[in-house]
Every structure is written in structure tokens, then in C-alpha cells.
């Protein structure tokens, strides 16, 4: 039987106040164990918690970017369970009554544009850690509750996205729009940006959902995929052999390649929910939302427009550029520099993502700034190099973050310009294929292109291709 993948994201983002959510500590990330604590985080009986209104700040920005509909009212639940990492014994969040709802981000699914549906938008703190192994021994597990209480938004998308690849753009998406309103950092590696993935599978074109297990542990946009892949097929198995996929919550493991079970998955009836009496409601009023609505950036939707109005880059280039403010930037750099827009998309979106892509890595980490690439074109354009050695000294530059014209001369990549080195190459090349010359002068003129193709042979890449039409026509047409 077909069946059909149906997914829907949890994405915990890290905001970025200076101060916890109900208390006036630090959320510097780093610090000392526990050294960011107070009576509050703590959880000491008897304390009372205070509502940050950065926090509410920020998170109406994400909102309002991701078209939601603000709740005028809007309250703080109790989630109770146990964890060591958890000193109160609850989590506080938000439940029945959250900060937004129905919203959207639209994704580019297989080149064409698709709503991905935002269930909610809720506010709630983060819990602690638990450090395994400090020292070297095992049989200890330390607590450290810097982390308690820092602030985090939750969004939940529909069950609207279909393939990993679309999870892989909902989240770059997601994570672009926070970046670009400066409210999370967004670093994947230290969790400042987590995404849980919701997946069950159902026989195609029927409607209804199957029962969904839940993945956690994914760091990367990659694993995040690769994970999903994964358990898609292993539900697939489950079902083509007549057996039920269980509700529970999977750990990907990324060194292994697997979902391994974690524990069956909490109903909400479990974690005894209830209003927080110890926190007033929360009241969003009109002015409170346009002037927020004002404060928003250039988000990426109005970026993309601009940069096809003024740059006269087709949309789905600038499409790819704006998905992240820093790729954005590192564009808008480059072109300043090297004001020839298309050849800088074309060079970002061929050879640059695609040599980042096969890193995992981020265009911060990207060792060729737009200084090196900028200057690398000008040497395409002075001659100095063809657009093939170029690629040569692209991969270069990414390996040493070295400049073009040292690379160049390191390995000797000059491009043959000489018009005497040239001739001779030609000459050899058509003393080599006497036949398909003898064929080119009975009018066989697509031959033409198989000559110059063996000069750039033989000359490895560097012949100059406008020389080497050149001689090559006064040699056969003489
Ligand atoms: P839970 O209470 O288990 O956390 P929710 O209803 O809150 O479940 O949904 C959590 C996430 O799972 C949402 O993103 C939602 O879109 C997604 N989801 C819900 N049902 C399914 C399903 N059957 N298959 C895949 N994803 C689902
Ligand atoms: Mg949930
Ligand atoms: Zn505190």
C-alpha cells in the first residue's frame, strides 16, 4: 500500500532578554553552574514569580510576523511533572489559553509556494540541565539550573507538512523570520532553537490520521530530516506487515542513524494542567499591538521583494537568499563589492550552499567572506583566471579561506592568455584528430565545439576560451 507522511513541528526557541522569565536573573549561557539562580528559579516555596514584559515583547513580535491572531487575554498554566532538572516540580506555560493563534509561514515545496498552518504561539520557561559524566564519573548525575526559568516561546504548526524536505523548510523558514526579528539566536547546536517532529503515516488519499510518534533530539536542519526519513520508513514496515505503530516519544540518534523508543508519550490529562494562581492574566491591548506591528524589521517575505526590484534577480533567487538574515547580508556584501548582482546569486546559490550543505554548516562559519568571492570574480572579469579554474579556486579559498590570487599562484593557475602557448596547443590538437578535422572542412561546423573542448584539455582548464575560439577559427577556416 501508498501511504502518505503527514508532519507537524514543536519548535522551542530560546528569546533573547538579558533576564529570566519571572525573575531578574541572568540567562547568559556559559556561566558557572547555578550561578545564575535565585529563590525564584529555584523554585522555593513561598516566592512569587513576576512576568518579564520583554519576554511578552518578543514574543508578540513572532506573532505578529508569522500572521497570528492575538489573544487579547491570554494566561499561564501549570504543567506538573517530575524531572530533576524541573525544582518546582511544574513547568510554567501556557494551556488553554495562549498568547496567539492561527498563523502561517509559507514554505517553497517542490518550487512552488505552500501555507504551512500555525496552530499557537505560547510563552513559557525553560528547565534546567542535567550533566552527566563531570569528572569522569558515572555514577553521579549534577544539576545545573542557569537554565531554569530562561525564556522560550513554543510554536506549533498543522499537521500541514507532508515530506521531510518540507519540515527541513517550515524550520529554515521559522528559524530566518526569528533571526531577522533579533528575538533568538538560533543556534541549533546549543539548543537555543529545538524542533520536535510529529509523524504518522495514512493510506493515501484517505483523510484521518494515523497514530503519530514524536522525535526528539534532532540538532541539525540535516538530522531533522534524516530522522523523519527514517522513522517514515520504519512506520511504513510496521504497517505493510499488518501491525500498530504505538504512540510514543522516539530519541534520534544521529551517530547510528536510528529512532530509538524513549517513552511512551503523555496524554495532556497527565501533566494535571491547571491555571497558575500565582500570576495575574495577561492583557494585550490594541496599542500594545501596533506598536509592535510598527517595530517589525524587513521581514523575509518584503526582503525578497526589494531584492528582486533592485537587484533584478529572479524570485527564486532571492527566494533562497533571504531565508536567513545572515545569507541576506552576506548577499547584499558581495554585491556592494561586485556590482553585478546575478553572476553573485548565481555563485551563492550553485557554489557556495551547496559546499555548505555538504558541511551541515551555516554562513557564519563560511571561511570565504564576500571579500575573497568578490575579488575572485574580478579576476574572472580581468582574465587572470577562466570561470572553470574558478571553481578550482572557489574550493580553495573554502578549504584555507585563503585570498584568490594567492591560490592562483600557489598552484599555478594562471589562465593561458599567451598567444604562442596557445597556437601550439591548437596545433597539437589538430594534428592529434586528423579525421575530425577532415570532417569539420566538409562541413560538419558542430565539430568546432569538440576542438576547443581538447584544447581546454590539454591545456588543463586555463586556456582563455575567447583566444582559443579565436586561433582555432583562423587555423581551420584558413
Ligand atoms: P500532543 O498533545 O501529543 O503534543 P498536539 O495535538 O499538541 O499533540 O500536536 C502536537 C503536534 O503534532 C502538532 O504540531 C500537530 O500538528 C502534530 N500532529 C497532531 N496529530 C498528528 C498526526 N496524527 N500526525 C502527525 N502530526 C500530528
Ligand atoms: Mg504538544
Ligand atoms: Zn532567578
Redesign the pocket.
Known amino acids: 500500500m501508498e501511504f502518505e507522511a503527514?508532519?507537524?513541528?514543536?519548535v522551542h526557541a530560546q528569546l533573547l532578554t538579558k533576564s529570566k522569565i519571572f525573575c531578574s536573573c541572568s540567562t547568559a549561557f556559559g556561566a558557572e553552574p547555578n550561578s545564575h539562580t535565585c529563590p525564584v528559579c529555584l523554585g522555593m516555596p513561598g516566592v512569587l514569580p513576576v512576568l518579564n514584559k520583554k519576554v511578552v515583547d518578543l514574543a508578540l513580535k513572532v506573532a505578529l510576523a508569522i500572521h497570528c491572531k492575538i489573544a487579547r487575554y491570554s494566561r499561564f498554566a501549570r504543567k506538573n511533572y517530575f524531572y530533576p532538572d524541573l525544582p518546582k516540580g511544574y513547568q510554567i506555560s501556557q494551556y488553554e489559553l495562549a498568547l496567539a493563534e492561527h498563523g502561517y509561514i509559507e514554505i517553497i515545496a517542490g518550487g512552488k509556494p505552500k501555507i504551512i498552518g500555525i496552530?499557537r504561539v505560547h510563552m513559557e520557561e525553560d528547565a534546567g540541565k542535567l550533566l552527566h559524566d563531570e569528572g569522569g564519573d558515572v555514577s553521579y548525575s549534577y544539576v545545573d539550573l542557569n537554565r531554569t526559568g530562561v525564556p522560550l516561546i513554543e510554536i506549533?504548526?498543522?499537521?500541514d507538512v507532508r515530506t521531510p524536505e518540507e519540515a527541513s523548510e517550515y524550520l529554515k523558514n521559522l528559524r530566518g523570520i526569528l533571526q531577522y526579528l533579533d528575538v533568538c539566536d538560533g543556534n541549533m547546536e546549543e539548543g537555543s532553537f529545538r524542533c520536535d517532529a510529529?509523524?504518522?503515516l495514512r493510506p493515501m488519499g484517505q483523510d484521518g490520521?494515523?497514530?503519530?510518534t514524536?522525535l526528539k533530539n534532532m540538532n541539525s536542519f540535516k538530522n531533522v530530516q534524516k530522522a523523519l526519513e527514517y522513522e517514515i520508513k520504519r512506520q511504513t514496515n510496521i504497517l505493510d506487515g499488518g501491525d500498530k505503530v504505538i504512540q510514543e516519544t522516539r530519541l534520534w540518534d544521529a551517530a547510528k542513524g536510528v529512532t530509538l523508543s524513549m517513552r511512551g508519550?503523555e496524554?495532556?490529562h497527565d501533566y494535571r494542567y491547571f491555571p497558575d494562581p500565582d500570576l495575574v492574566p495577561l492583557a494585550v491591548d490594541d496599542k500594545w499591538i501596533e506598536e509592535t506591528k510598527k517595530s517589525l524589521p524587513e521581514l523575509p517575505d518584503e526582503k525578497r521583494g526589494r531584492f528582486v526590484k533592485e537587484y533584478q534577480i529572479p524570485e527564486y533567487d532571492a527566494q533562497v537568499i533571504t531565508t536567513s538574515k545572515s545569507l541576506a547580508n552576506y548577499y547584499e556584501e558581495c554585491v556592494r563589492l561586485y556590482p553585478n548582482p546575478k553572476v553573485i546569486s548565481n555563485w551563492v546559490m550553485v557554489e557556495l550552499l551547496r559546499r555548505l550543505k555538504t558541511d551541515d554548516r551555516e554562513i557564519e562559519e563560511c571561511p570565504v567572506s564576500p571579500k575573497l568571492l568578490a575579488r575572485m570574480l574580478e579576476m574572472i572579469d580581468e582574465g587572470t583566471i577562466s570561470g572553470k579554474i574558478a571553481k578550482t579556486v572557489f574550493e580553495d579559498m573554502y578549504l584555507t579561506g585563503e585570498a584568490p590570487e594567492k591560490i592562483v599562484e600557489k598552484k599555478g593557475l594562471l589562465q593561458v592568455t599567451d598567444q604562442e602557448e596557445l597556437v601550439e596547443a591548437v596545433e597539437k590538437v589538430l594534428a592529434e584528430n586528423p579525421k575530425e578535422v577532415e570532417n569539420y572542412k566538409k562541413g560538419k561546423a558542430k565539430l568546432f565545439g569538440f576542438f576547443v573542448g581538447q584544447v581546454m584539455k590539454e591545456t588543463k582548464g586555463k586556456a582563455n576560451p575567447n583566444l582559443v575560439n579565436e586561433i582555432l577559427r583562423k587555423m581551420l577556416d584558413s
Open positions: 503527514i508532519i507537524g513541528l514543536e496552530t506549533v504548526s498543522e499537521p510529529n509523524v504518522s490520521f494515523g497514530t503519530k514524536e508519550k496524554d495532556a
